[in-house]
């Protein structure tokens, strides 16, 4: 059986501990971009009222994709009124990100 040295054994510890702060870093950048992300959600929302924002969130913000059924269950809307909403919250936020360069307006 090979046997490693102590210097090996070191080396090889170095590494996996490198290798754990790298990772570590990526997760913190991560975070960061998530961060930073709903930093601009929130800054884009802030011309939306509030059944825009509650049905965006509901939409996109969770864990699954909601359906505009159970988003209008939520609301207390019908549902094709729900994906008007939405239809017409993504048009403001496209056009609040791409400005002018946002065709479907």
């Known amino acids: 059986m090979l046997e490693l040295t102590t210097e090996a054994q070191i080396c090889c510890k170095e590494a996996l501990i490198e290798n754990k702060e790298t990772k570590i870093e990526n997760k913190g950048n991560e975070i960061e971009r998530i961060k930073q992300d709903i930093r601009m959600f929130e800054l884009y929302t802030r011309e939306l009222n509030d059944i825009e ?8 913000f969770n864990k699954s994709k909601n359906s505009f059924r159970d988003i209008s269950k939520k609301v207390n809307y019908a549902k094709s009124y729900v994906a008007r909403i939405h239809d017409s919250a993504i048009k403001e936020l496209a056009y609040f990100i791409f400005g002018e360069d946002a065709i479907y307006l």
Do not use: D, L, N, S
């Open 53 to 60: 924002k509650e049905i965006i969130k509901a939409r996109y």
